[in-house]
């Protein structure tokens, strides 16, 4: 089975500080894609970055980067230079192969206080 | 930009009703996807469709079922209402690429309670 694992539900940081949320994932399959969805109050779910399995290269998205270590199956968000506006739940997933299904966590709650 | 639109933010219906969640996308995507989303669990799949008419079932199928007659649109039915159905029901469409890392756009949500 497919699992996410995001151990932290809550977090919080402070205006202009860097944040790093925690995912970790268990898949058999070699060829995947990864993503990080924000969710914010307004509820709308958006994309706020991707990565693909058989890149090294981290990607990065402004201030969004990721830390991706394959081997252990880790994807990591980090957010610098935090901002009010990045308080949203934010969601890890990812999906295999040719398959579009996603398999998501359960979600970290971010609060970012002045 | 694309847009997924749901036809109701917030829904109270009865226990043992039919009820009918639409969505609407407007960017001619293959994929759609119904999930239901609660606190703690995170978002679990209960439907998705890759071209009209077709479905597969997602991780929670049992009590819902799903329709798509047109590209555009993707119809969750909950057959016979419960209590247990009460949640934040999220859809959300993508394009295919032949790979799956095109990303899915959302929309806003219909937050449905079963009385």
């Known amino acids: 089975a497919q699992t996410v694992t995001q151990s932290q539900p809550e977090m919080s940081v402070q205006e202009a500080e860097t944040v790093t949320l925690s995912c970790t994932y268990d898949?058999?399959?070699?060829?995947?894609?990864l993503f990080w969805y924000k969710q914010p109050p307004s509820r709308q779910m958006i994309l706020v970055i991707r990565?693909?399995?058989?890149?090294?290269q981290n990607a990065t998205e402004n201030r969004f980067s990721v830390n991706f270590q394959k081997a252990a199956k880790s994807f990591s968000l980090k957010i610098s230079d935090s901002q009010l506006g990045d308080t949203a739940m934010y969601f890890c997933a990812f999906t295999t192969g040719t398959a579009s299904k996603l398999t998501f966590g359960t979600g970290t709650r971010l609060q970012v206080t002045l | 930009d694309v847009k997924v639109t749901q036809s109701s933010r917030y829904l109270v219906k009865r226990t043992g009703e039919k009820v009918f969640l639409e969505c609407v996308q407007d960017?001619?995507?293959?994929?759609m996807f119904w999930y239901r989303q609660d606190p703690g669990l995170g978002l679990r799949l209960i439907y998705f469709?890759?071209?009209?008419?077709?479905?597969e079932k997602g991780d929670i199928p049992e009590g819902y079922s799903v329709s798509r007659e047109k590209k555009e649109r993707f119809s969750l039915i909950l057959e016979s209402a419960s209590t247990n159905q009460t949640s934040m029901y999220l859809c959300?469409?993508?394009?295919?690429?032949?790979?799956?890392?095109?990303?899915?756009?959302f929309g806003d949500g219909t937050r449905l309670s079963i009385l």
């Open positions: 469709s890759y071209d009209v008419k077709m479905k």
């Open positions: 898949t058999s399959e070699n060829n995947y894609y």
């Open positions: 990565q693909e399995a058989y890149k090294q």
């Open positions: 959300a469409s993508s394009l295919w690429s032949g790979y799956s890392n095109q990303p899915q756009h």
């Open positions: 960017m001619d995507h293959e994929n």
